[in-house]
Each structure stands twice: as C-alpha cells, then as structure tokens.
C-alpha cells in the first residue's frame, strides 16, 4: 500500500474515532432535562458569560402560556451562602443573586418575602429593571451553598407566570439538578 493512502485511511479512522466518542460523552454527560416535553417551559442556552461559578440552566416560557415572554435562569453557587441562615433577608438575597448579570441598575418594589418551595427555605423579592423590566430573585441555602434563580420578563411578571416559575423550582427534576450541584 501507498504511504499516502495509509495516512489518508488512519486520518478517517481517527475522525471516525474521535466523533464516535464526541457523542458518546455528549449523551453520558448531558444534564437530564429538567421540563418535560409537555411543559410550558423550553430550556434554553445559558446566555451568560463564564465566571466564579459554573453555568445554570435557562428556561422560556412563552408569551401564550404566561402573558408575554419570560426568561427563568437557575443556578447552584457552592460556598455562598450562610451555613446556619442561609438565605436569611433581603441583603443576603442581593448579594447572592445573579440579577447583575442582567442590570447595573433595578429598584426593588418592596420587601422581599419568606417562603418554601420543594423543602428548601427561599427569599424572593421583586424589582423594577432600568428601562422597565420586570425582574423576580428568589435564592435559598442548603450546606452553605446557595440556589439562586431569576425570572424575568419585558413589562411584568403576571401571577400566571410565577406560578409557572414556582412549579419549574419546585419540580422533582429541579431538585434532583440540584442535589447533583451541590446545593
């Protein structure tokens, strides 16, 4: 055989290799889907930029299903939250949120409130972007991690919609995500 023609058949065969487990890990490593096909909810690509902490998930809800367009991004951030209060008021809640990664500027609407979804004690508070968005931060802690999740919307968040955000926090699937992060 030709050299040329060994190399060329070596190269696809290495091609052929490496594609095969390209995919293979692609499968084995995929996050489980959080939304079932049947859910008001699309996952969508996590838009933001690389930093301390690794990338969450994002999710879409369209505007038939929760009066206009709403974006829900949530993400574990390991070491930053109080091991004994963990989420305990409304300046834990800033400084642990994400909503910077969205705008320098918001305005809160009020407190923020105490509550519980699937076992974990959470705060949420509502704010008022910079431009008029709306914008929802709820955060909780668990072994001194915090869950952090974000829901936002152009105009509002109707009550329509943060139920379906409460149910997408609250969902056996998104607790499972969690546990498997560390929160």
Same mark, same amino acid.
């Given at each position: 055989?030709?050299?040329?023609?060994?190399?060329?058949?070596?190269?696809?065969?290495? %091609?052929?290799?490496?594609?095969?487990? =390209?995919? %293979?890990?692609?499968?084995? =490593? @995929?996050?489980?889907?959080?939304?079932?096909? $049947?859910?008001?909810?699309?996952?969508a690509a996590w838009p933001f930029l690389r930093d301390a902490w690794p990338a !969450? /998930?994002? =999710? /879409?809800? $369209?505007? #038939? +299903?929760? !009066?206009e367009e709403v974006m829900v991004y949530a993400r574990v951030k390991m070491g930053?939250? $109080?091991?004994? @209060?963990?989420?305990? $008021?409304?300046?834990?809640?800033? /400084?642990?949120?994400? #909503?910077?990664?969205?705008?320098?500027?918001?305005?809160?609407? !009020?407190?923020?409130?105490?509550?519980?979804? #699937?076992?974990?004690k959470t705060r949420m508070r509502h704010y008022r972007m910079e431009g008029g968005?709306?914008?929802?931060?709820?955060? !909780?802690? /668990?072994?001194?991690?915090? =869950? %952090?999740?974000?829901?936002?919307?152009? +105009?509002?968040?109707?009550?329509?919609?943060?139920?379906? %955000?409460?149910?997408?926090?609250?969902?056996?699937?998104?607790?499972?995500?969690?546990?498997?992060?560390?929160?």
């Amino acid at each position: 055989m030709r050299p040329s023609l060994v190399m060329a058949l070596a190269l696809a065969l290495a %091609v052929l290799v490496g594609s095969v487990g =390209f995919f %293979v890990a692609r499968v084995i =490593f @995929a996050p489980a889907p959080i939304v079932d096909s $049947d859910s008001v909810l699309r996952e969508a690509a996590w838009p933001f930029l690389r930093d301390a902490w690794p990338a !969450g /998930r994002a =999710f /879409r809800c $369209d505007a #038939a +299903h929760c !009066g206009e367009e709403v974006m829900v991004y949530a993400r574990v951030k390991m070491g930053m939250c $109080d091991c004994v @209060a963990g989420v305990a $008021d409304d300046e834990d809640l800033a /400084r642990v949120s994400d #909503a910077a990664l969205l705008t320098p500027r918001m305005t809160p609407e !009020g407190p923020g409130e105490s509550t519980e979804i #699937a076992g974990l004690k959470t705060r949420m508070r509502h704010y008022r972007m910079e431009g008029g968005g709306a914008l929802a931060v709820l955060a !909780g802690g /668990r072994n001194c991690n915090a =869950f %952090v999740a974000m829901a936002t919307a152009r +105009h509002g968040l109707s009550p329509e919609a943060m139920e379906v %955000v409460r149910a997408l926090i609250g969902a056996p699937a998104m607790s499972r995500w969690v546990a498997k992060q560390g929160g």
